[in-house]
């Protein structure tokens, strides 16, 4: 054999050697390095899915919560209350800015794919959401006339306006969409004055 041809063969073995050596590397580790790099089938959550995921939440509980609110005023208008005029000049106020506020948040609720939570309408009576009022303290202010339902009136309503708040304040951390943050912030503002007109007149 020529001195040529030894050495091709040298060289053809020597490369083979080294493919045989990589093949088997990859051999070893080729089915686990395919395996992590598929794409996982369930894409982990975006920082935008998760605010949507908030603001979602935050509609299907407040719409319930602005519910009870608007019931509440309802029940300071009827007559038979015998409320004060400053409180029902407060209920009046309340109603007007939170019956469309609902309107609002239901109309987000269908454009995002979404669906006011059957299961809010139950927290709303069993007083698990934040300022809550349960069906017996709802049934005793119905019962209430007069200055005694004034100050329950009033006493339920800041409890109730400090709920909101807390929920407001938690959306305006997480929440990207200029609309949830707009009525979130509006919250804030008017709970806020109206929780400080209302503890002056338990005060008074």
Do not use: N, Y
Request: aromatic share 2%.
């Amino acid at each position: 054999m020529s001195s040529r041809r030894v050495a091709l063969t040298a060289a053809g073995l020597t490369l083979a050697a080294t493919l045989t050596a990589c093949g088997g590397g990859s051999g070893t580790t080729g089915a686990a390095g395919s395996a992590s790099a598929a794409p996982s089938t369930a894409a982990p959550a975006t920082p935008a899915a998760d605010a949507r995921a908030a603001d979602v939440m935050f509609a299907q509980m407040m719409i319930p919560h602005h519910e009870q609110a608007v019931e509440m005023a309802d029940l300071a208008l009827a007559p038979a209350a015998g409320a004060g005029t400053d409180v029902t000049a407060l209920a009046t106020r309340i109603k007007a800015a939170q019956a469309p506020e609902i309107a609002t948040m239901g109309g987000w609720l269908s454009a995002w794919g979404a669906e006011a939570d059957d299961d809010m309408g139950g927290m709303h009576h069993g007083a698990s959401m934040p300022g809550m009022m349960s069906d017996e303290d709802m049934s005793a202010l119905g019962d209430a006339r007069g200055a005694a339902f004034d100050r329950m009136w009033l006493t339920m309503m800041v409890a109730h306006h400090e709920g909101a708040l807390t929920m407001a304040d938690d959306v305006l951390e997480t929440t990207q969409d200029p609309q949830v943050r707009s009525l979130a912030e509006a919250v804030v503002s008017g709970q806020t004055a109206e929780i400080a007109t209302m503890k002056s007149l338990l005060a008074g």
